[in-house]
């Protein structure tokens, strides 16, 4: 499975230490890690994007990822859970992306899983203009994961949290 650390303008400056973190929530679980748009360096494979926003890294991403779910990761994710990582792909089933939702009802597009065969949408979304990842969410046949599953592996508003504006918490 491709893993996938998105890092968009509105993240702000991030570390190597932060991406580190969130790579080692995923390594377990992935055999290949890229991260889609300029980062620090680090041992993993760089991907320059064209548009610099969350969808469009997604857009690359499901792009490599083929016949196979991606696991997309917010580079700011404030807390990444390994063991939530290992219970979205443990629920994947058939659905075209598996999403975690927040204590709010909001889902958190930036910590899921989506299957290659939706990069052709979300690229189109991205030609249109579209910014926001759950407009992609629209499109496909999702798998909510409740807060209530959500909490099987901690605090669910600390769990989907990233840093600035964007956070659950």
Not at 20 to 43: F, K, T, Y
Not at 66 to 92: F, K, M, Q, T, W
């Amino acid at each position: 499975m491709l893993g996938a650390i998105v890092v968009a303008p509105e993240m702000g400056q991030l570390t190597a230490g932060q991406l580190q973190e969130v790579a080692g929530a995923a390594e377990p679980h992935i055999d290949r890690l890229v991260v889609c748009s300029d980062a620090p360096s680090g041992p993993w494979e760089l991907r320059a994007l064209e548009h610099a926003t969350a969808l469009a890294a997604i857009a690359d991403a499901l792009g490599l990822a083929g016949d196979e779910h991606a696991l997309i990761l917010a580079a700011d994710l404030r807390n990444p859970s390994s063991e939530l990582i290992r219970y979205l792909i443990h629920v994947r089933g058939s659905h075209e992306a598996i999403v975690p939702i927040a204590p709010d009802g909001r889902p958190q597009p930036l910590l899921a899983l989506y299957h290659g065969r939706c990069a052709r949408r979300a690229a189109g979304l991205v030609a249109a203009g579209e910014r926001r990842p759950e407009a992609l969410l629209e499109l496909l046949s999702v798998r909510s994961v409740t807060s209530e599953e959500v909490a099987k592996f901690g605090d669910p508003g600390r769990l989907l949290a990233r840093t600035g504006d964007h956070s659950f918490m």
